[in-house]
C-alpha cells in the first residue's frame, strides 16, 4: 500500500538548519509531486513548497525562499526539505504530501529553541 | 491570514447536517479543483474530498463536497461525535503556483 514515512522528531537551536526525509512506498515516486506542508502549534496548515519527481524541478513558497531546499533522491524513493536559518516561529509540524492530495507523511515535529 | 476563507468554527446535534463554507478567487477555487481534509487532533490531514465533489474510497456519503464559481461547501450529515475535528479546504493557486490552504473549521458536535 502507498505510504510517506517521515524521519522523527528534531530539537534544533536557532540559527541551525533541519532536514527532514519523506520516503515513499508503494508507488514510483517520480509519479507524482510530493508537497510540503507545515503546521503551527494551533494553526493552520502552510503551503511551503514542491517539488516535480519526474524532472526535479521545485517551487517555493516566496517568504521561504533563501532558506528551504527540497531534494529527491529516485534511487532511494526519498525527498527532502532543507531548513535553513532556524527560528523560533519555525517551530512546527512539518508534513509531506503526494501530489495528488490522496497520502500524507505521519508529520515530524520540529523544535526550534534558543 | 489566508487566501482561502473558512468560518473558525461549527457546531450542530448529533444526527443533524452542517455546512463548511471556503471562499476564494478566481486564481484559486475559480480555476482548480478543491479538496477537504479532516484533520483529528495530533494526527495528519485525511483527504475527504477531491476534485470538488468526490469521495476517496472509504470515506462515507455522509459526507459531501459542492463548488460553484469562487467558492465551495463541504456538508456533513447525519453528524456523530467522531466527526468532531479540524476541517481545511484546498486548492491550487495559478498566481501562487502552489496549494493554498483554507485557516480550517473548527466543528463540534454537541
Known amino acids: 500500500q502507498v505510504q510517506l514515512v517521515q524521519s522523527g522528531p528534531e530539537v534544533k537551536e536557532t540559527g541551525a538548519s533541519v532536514k527532514v526525509d519523506c520516503k515513499a512506498s508503494g508507488y514510483t515516486l517520480i509519479s507524482y509531486s510530493i508537497h510540503w506542508v507545515r503546521q503551527a502549534p494551533g494553526q493552520r496548515l502552510e503551503w511551503m513548497g514542491w517539488?516535480?519527481?519526474?524532472?526535479?524541478?521545485?517551487k517555493y513558497l516566496q517568504k521561504f525562499q533563501g532558506r528551504v531546499t527540497i531534494t529527491r533522491d529516485t534511487s532511494a524513493n526519498t525527498v527532502y526539505m532543507e531548513l535553513r536559518s532556524l527560528r523560533s516561529e519555525d517551530t512546527a509540524v512539518y508534513y509531506c504530501?503526494?501530489?495528488?492530495?490522496?497520502?500524507w507523511g505521519q508529520g515530524t515535529l520540529v523544535t526550534v529553541s534558543s | 491570514q489566508s487566501v482561502l476563507t473558512q468560518p473558525p468554527s461549527a457546531s450542530e446535534t448529533p444526527g443533524q447536517r452542517v455546512t463548511i463554507s471556503c471562499s476564494g478567487s478566481s486564481s484559486n477555487i475559480g480555476n482548480n479543483y478543491v479538496y477537504w481534509y479532516q484533520q483529528l487532533p495530533g494526527t495528519a490531514p485525511k483527504l475527504l474530498i477531491y476534485?470538488?465533489?468526490e469521495r476517496p474510497s472509504g470515506v462515507p456519503d455522509r459526507f459531501s463536497g459542492s463548488k460553484s464559481g469562487t467558492s465551495a461547501s463541504l456538508a456533513i450529515s447525519g453528524l456523530r461525535s467522531e466527526d468532531e475535528a479540524d476541517y481545511y479546504c484546498?486548492?491550487?493557486?495559478?498566481?501562487?503556483?502552489?496549494?493554498?490552504f483554507g485557516g480550517g473549521t473548527e466543528l463540534a458536535v454537541l
Open positions: 476534485r470538488n465533489t
Open positions: 504530501a503526494r501530489g495528488d492530495h490522496a497520502y
Open positions: 484546498a486548492t491550487w493557486d495559478d498566481s501562487l503556483s502552489g496549494w493554498v
Open positions: 517539488i516535480n519527481n519526474g524532472n526535479g524541478n521545485t
